[in-house]
């Protein structure tokens, strides 16, 4: 569900950015508006008992850091799989 989320926020925020016409070079403001936007429901969901304890298990905080790798994460998939912002009306 988080990467589900993290997904739909992405492409929401390149689409915005196509439609605006800015695409290059804007990696940094696309990721602090999808952390913006998806962050605390993102937090939320990783804070649920069964997954916070088992990222406290690895070590992991949640925390900003934590989010922009994920989202970088989620973004790197993304570009793999080369799936085009506008591909997902």
């Not at 390149?14 to 016409?21: F, I, L, S, V």
């Not at 605390?40 to 992991?60: D, M, N």
């Amino acid at each position: 569900m988080t990467a589900s989320l993290l997904q739909q926020t992405i492409l929401t925020v390149e689409q915005n950015y196509a439609a605006a016409k800015i695409q290059n070079g804007t990696g940094t403001q696309k990721a602090a508006a999808v952390l913006a936007l998806s962050g605390p429901a993102v937090t939320s969901l990783l804070a649920q008992p069964a997954i916070a304890g088992e990222l406290a298990k690895a070590g992991i905080t949640v925390d900003s850091e934590y989010l922009q790798s994920l989202i970088s994460a989620v973004v790197g998939i993304l570009n793999v799989q080369g799936v085009p912002p506008a591909a997902t009306t």
